[in-house]
Structures are given as C-alpha cells and as structure tokens.
C-alpha cells in the first residue's frame, strides 16, 4: 500500500485524539476508574517479534505485517492487545523512537532466526511503525491497545565482547557502570546485564520512553511489565535485599509516571491507563525493590496483572490485593514451561481452560496472556468467560509453573504458599503413609447438568515404575476413588463427580506395601537401546555437542566451550529432601569431564567421571582414583539423609558422612547424566541408568481430567 495514505491514517488517528476536548483532572480520574473496569476479556500481549522477525522473503505491506499476528484477533474475546515493541536489552525499540535506540539490526547477522528478518526500518519508511499500525488496527475493531515496555529485559545475556548479540543495545556498550554485572562474571541472582535503577539516569531514560509513547501515540494504556527480569538493583544480584532507599526510588518513579499520564490524558481529552505486571507476593516484590502496595496506595495503578514464570498463590491472593486498592484485576496465564510432562500437556487447550476457569472463579476481572501469538488460536475464543467454558473438556493440574524465584531473590522459594507438583517437583509416596496435596477446581460440575451435559471425571497420577497398580489408592475430598487403569506409566482412577468441590480439593494417596518377595522397583531405568523417551528432557545439541547411539551404548559428547555448550537428559525422579535415595549407572568414560547430577529442590551434587578418577563435587577431597576410561563401570551411589556412599562394580569405595546439603538449593528435583558443562569438555558412553528417587514410590505429575456427553446421546 503506497506510503501517503498510510500516513494520511496515522495523521488521522493522531489528529483526532489532540483534537478532543481537553479535560479537568477530577474529571479525567472519574474516566479513568471507569475505564480500568470495563470488559477486557482476555488482554492479549505481543512481545513484538512479528516485526523483529518476519518471513525473509514474504512482501511487506502494513495488511501483510498485521497478518502475522493481529488480524484474525478480531471479533474473538481478545478486548486489548498489549503490544511491545522489543525493549529487550533496555533502551531498544521497534517504534520510531527519538529518546531510545530504533533496533535496526538483523538477526541473521548474528547467527539468529535466518530465514526472517527485522522489518522495523522498513515499517517506518513506510511512513507508520509496528506499534502504530497495531494501535490503529485495534481501534478500527473495538478493541484497545496498550503499550507494552519490559522495564529491565535480559535477553541479551548472551552477549560477550568478542560475541556480540542482537539485542545488546549500545546503550549497554557505552555505560558497562550502568549495569548490575558484567560479561564475563555472572551475577548469582538475576542477571548481569539487567540495568540497575539506582542510577538517577537509568530512571529517568524510562521515564522519557514511556513519555514519548504516550505523547506520540494513540494508546489506551501502558503495561509497565516489572516481570522481565527481576533484578532491578546490583544487591540483590549478589544475594541481598532491596533497601528503602532504593524501593523508594521505584515508587517515585511511579509517580511521576502517573503525573505524567496525568498531564498528557488532560490534553487529549482522554486517560491513558497503567497497568503493571508483577510478582504476586508484596514480600518478594518488596526484596528486590518493587514497593507494589506502596504504588497501589498512591493511586499510581489501574491494572494489576501477576505472575510469570512463577506463581506464589492462588488468584483470590491477587483478586484481594486488587479489590483493597480499587485497581482491577488480571491473571496471567503465560505458557507452561515444565519440562518432562508425558501424557497430559499444561499448554493444551483443556489445561488452558482449566486455568482461565480457576482464574474466573476466583474474581478476576480477565485474563492477561504471554507468549501466545498465534492469532488463530481457538482459545481466544472461548477462555473469555466462564459461560463460555462451561461444559468443555478441561485438565485440572495442581501446579503450571516450575520457575524458582529463588533465582531472583535469595532464599524466596519458601515464599511460595501453594502446592507444588509436577515433573521436577514429584510427591514422594511413602509405604504405608497417607500423603495429601491440594488441588483448585473452579468448575460448577452442576451448570452444565442444565444444559443436558453429563461429565465424567478422571484422576490421573504418574507413577513410574510401580508393579502393581492397586497398590495406590486415592480418595478425593475423603471419598475414595474408584480402582486405577494404567496406561504406560499412569494410573487412571475414576472419581465420582458429587464428591468434587467448587474450589480447593483434598487428594490423598496412601501406597500399600509391596509383597516382601518383591525386589525394589527402578521408577528410573533406562537402558541405551535408544535415545532416552518422555519423561526424559534434555537441551539442544549442536554443532560441537553430540548423541550418538552405538553398538555399546549412548555417547554423549561435549566438544565444545562457548556459553551453553553441554548436553545433559534430566528425569524428574521425586527424591524427598531429607530422604533416601540410590542410582546407578553403567557408563565408560572416553575423556574430560561427565557427570551425573542428582537434587530434590533443597540441594543436590554431582558425581564427576574423569579419566583418572570419580569425584562429588561440592566435597572435592571426596574421590575415588580409578581408571574409568578401560571399561564399562557400574557406579552405585545411595543417599540417606546428608550420607553418600559410592560403590563401584559392586565393592563400597566411599563413605561421605553429611557431604549431601553442601551444594545449595541451585539443584532441581532431579536426575540427570552427560557431558560437561560450557567452559570444559567431555566425552562417555552411556550404558543405562538407574534410579529410586524415594523410599518407595514418586508421583511424578497429576491431572484432573473433565469431560462431558450428552445426557442421552
């Protein structure tokens, strides 16, 4: 489409919001409570990579860039698109920006997505940029727009000075003493090249970024997204908590954001609303210096968007911080990210209906989703009420997150007030022993009944390894469920509808004893006849990584010392912390360094194979000398409470009374076994692997399946 008349549309645009009448402060504040609780549905975010990569060789148009992620948006239950226009790196943008930097670069200079390429230059030769073109899209349709910044995003910690990234502005380059860390030396918490908001000019170019938005473009809101990343000030990257000082700083920021948003809406003759998404616990939030209750009693807040890549309560948590403060509020649903999930997936559409259930059920005022792009996605359709999923198939998990704010904040997954379950984060089964957890349903099983719909509804427990299936009961809510049917490794029990609640449900399993003739099952056992299968993960290899089946075994080699460069496969085995466990592994070593490495959430370690010897890692005088590379060995090791003791080919070798704990709570519930890590090198031949995680059995995951029949077909 020729350039003058899409000019002529952002003209238009423009012309008419300064063109209407200017408004009293009293009475835009009136408009702008009104506006905060209108209907958002689902406020839909896009993190700006259709115009960052776009299809090489595809024909550029403004119809044809919509096309990739906003066009299809219209007329489903999307009421807001939330666009951002990269900030990634801090001070980079894909708008045509005065005070920050234009991200002109293309990624396949730097070895990044190839086959697209970054059409922001070309957006705005054309006379109107990505974000302009999305905001006038979503006028034309009934819906708002928002602008979008990530206020301290990370991506470009992949850059070193000898390997520059894509997204490491020069602002970064320029002003290295603008950043909580450096290059070569990684922060222990967060992330070194987060901007630190303690220097007066890093607040004030945010400020002048979010000023030149909402000066220059038609938008209803902005989304001041505190989630990407956490690390905001260089003590809490080093382990410490946020001063007053420094959180006072953020809320005076706030401020003078809200003034500003204030004055400008005054002259258009319309609010322009701010919205946050944050942490949802005012405790950790508090740690690394964002004083969100102090914002919401400043009135510096109109949406209150939670959670990300962890979650430390239920909605109602934020539904009641929100209603408190006279702010809406807005759950956020981003993609599941755990790892090792086999038979049920949290991002399938029934996992996606649960969770928007429990969130409506719980008060909120919509839905808020992250790293959703497709605009084809037949969610968008109906997550937007509970009306609209009432009587769909649906799967209920007890958790859907697996990020550790301890990361971010030392010592803040204890912070963490509902249950955990989920591959990484099994429920050790103890003989003998009823082992509870909860679980939300925010289903009304009655309203689809009215409408002639009948549901049937499955408790579905992983259970890896277990010989006999009745040897595990379950009761739901005190009413025990009906016998199991295994499927692979899980065991389906049917469950009486009437006994489910509205609301928070009480599982309890109880694993009766195996037969006394019965040998100890391996949960863990895989033998390299192929490459290792669901519920084991691993990262991607390239090209200086390799694994390779062989008549002997699974090679497994790390060639390689560039940042990400090693190969482990993980399996979410379920240890208790505190409790016993034991592996072993058949495995020859060829070279450098491998390792098998075991933890429960609390702590963990790594049983190192060189050449010359076997070595615990965090107990360094802990080690056998052996010559692993003449043969295959079988390595033993069993864990009771903080004692470790090795057996190799059968014959004890070392005792390591309390060496167990010494590693930190760095370790996922988890084993896992390869090569290296990025900065050495490593090669061995894996013959199997073997595990038992917990006394006696784990539940690895659990899913709550729902779905409903006619009532007479």
């Not at 005065?98 to 991200?103: D, M, R």
């Not at 430390?312 to 807005?330: I, P």
């Not at 199991?484 to 399993?509: E, H, I, M, S, Y």
Request: hydrophobic share 35%; charged share 20%.
């Amino acid at each position: 489409m020729p350039r003058r008349f899409w000019t002529m549309t952002v003209l238009v645009s423009i012309a008419t919001a300064a063109t209407a009448a200017p408004l009293g402060l009293d009475e835009l504040r009136a408009q702008r409570h009104d506006l905060a609780f209108r209907q958002r549905r689902i406020m839909a975010n896009n993190d700006g990579c259709d115009a960052l990569y776009y299809p090489r060789d595809a024909e550029l148009t403004p119809q044809a860039f919509l096309d990739q992620r906003t066009t299809a948006l219209a007329g489903t239950q999307v009421d807001c698109i939330s666009y951002c226009t990269i900030s990634s790196g801090f001070s980079f943008f894909t708008h045509d920006t005065k005070v920050g930097t234009v991200l002109t670069r293309q990624g396949a200079d730097y070895g990044i997505q190839p086959a697209k390429r970054n059409v922001t230059g070309e957006l705005i030769a054309q006379g109107a940029d990505c974000l302009k073109l999305v905001v006038d899209y979503a006028h034309q349709h009934g819906m708002e727009a928002f602008w979008a910044m990530r206020m301290n995003d990370t991506h470009d910690v992949a850059h070193r000075p000898d390997q520059p990234f894509l997204l490491f502005p020069p602002l970064k380059a320029e002003h290295p003493e603008w950043l909580v860390g450096e290059p070569t030396k990684r922060t222990p918490f967060g992330r070194w090249s987060s901007v630190n908001y303690a220097v007066p000019e890093i607040r004030d170019l945010a400020f002048r970024y979010i000023e030149e938005v909402c000066t220059n473009y038609d938008v209803d809101g902005i989304e001041l997204d505190y989630f990407r990343h956490l690390c905001y000030f260089p003590e809490t990257a080093q382990g410490g908590q946020a001063s007053p000082e420094e959180r006072a700083m953020l809320s005076e920021f706030m401020r003078r954001v809200r003034a500003m948003t204030e004055a400008v809406g005054c002259r258009r003759g319309r609010p322009i609303l701010v919205a946050i998404r944050v942490p949802d616990s005012t405790e950790f939030s508090q740690g690394i210096g964002l004083d969100v209750e102090q914002w919401l009693k400043d009135g510096t807040v109109d949406l209150l968007i939670t959670t990300g890549y962890f979650r430390f309560h239920d909605w109602d948590w934020t539904v009641a911080l929100a209603r408190q403060y006279g702010v809406a509020a807005y759950a956020g649903l981003s993609e599941s990210r755990i790892r090792g999930e086999t038979r049920f997936r949290r991002n399938s559409a029934p996992g996606y209906r649960a969770r928007a259930t429990n969130a409506w059920f719980a008060g909120v005022h919509g839905l808020y989703t992250f790293n959703q792009f497709s605009p084809r996605w037949p969610q968008w359709q109906e997550i937007g009420s509970l009306e609209a999923l009432q009587g769909t198939e649906k799967l209920y998990f007890v958790s859907s997150r697996d990020g550790r704010p301890g990361s971010y904040l030392k010592d803040s997954d204890s912070l963490r007030a509902i249950p955990s379950l989920m591959p990484g984060h099994g429920l050790p089964l103890k003989t003998g022993e009823e082992t509870t957890v909860t679980l939300l349903v925010g289903e009304d099983l009655a309203a689809p009944r009215q409408a002639g719909l009948v549901p049937t509804v499955t408790a579905c427990v992983e259970v890896p390894g277990l010989g006999d299936p009745q040897r595990l009961s379950l009761r739901v809510n005190g009413q025990l469920a009906g016998l199991p049917v295994r499927t692979k490794n899980w065991l389906d029990f049917p469950v009486d509808p009437a006994c489910l609640k509205q609301g928070t449900n009480q599982l309890a399993f109880t694993l009766a004893p195996a037969p006394a003739d019965q040998a100890p099952d391996w949960p863990v056992d895989y033998v390299a006849s192929a490459l290792p299968q669901g519920p084991w993960t691993s990262e991607r290899t390239s090209a200086q990584v390799v694994r390779e089946l062989r008549d002997d075994g699974l090679l497994i080699a790390d060639r390689g010392t560039a940042p990400g460069q090693y190969l482990y496969y993980h399996y979410p085995w379920g240890k208790e912390p505190g409790g016993k466990a034991v592996f072993e592994v058949e495995v020859k070593v060829i070279s450098g360094v491998n390792a098998v490495i075991f933890g429960d959430g609390a702590t963990g370690d790594r049983l190192r194979l060189y050449p010359d010897r076997v070595q615990l890692y965090h107990s360094g005088d802990q080690r056998v000398d052996l010559d692993t590379t003449d043969r295959f060995h079988t390595y033993r090791l069993e864990i009771d409470g903080q004692d470790l003791t090795l057996a190799i080919d059968g014959e004890p070798r070392l005792v390591a009374k309390g060496a167990y704990g010494k590693g930190g709570s760095a370790y996922r519930n988890e084993i896992s076994f390869g090569a290296a890590n990025s900065p050495e090198v490593g090669e061995a031949v894996w013959k199997a692997v073997r595990a038992r995680g917990g006394d006696s059995a784990s539940c690895n995951d659990f899913a709550l399946h729902i779905q409903y029949a006619p009532a007479n077909p």
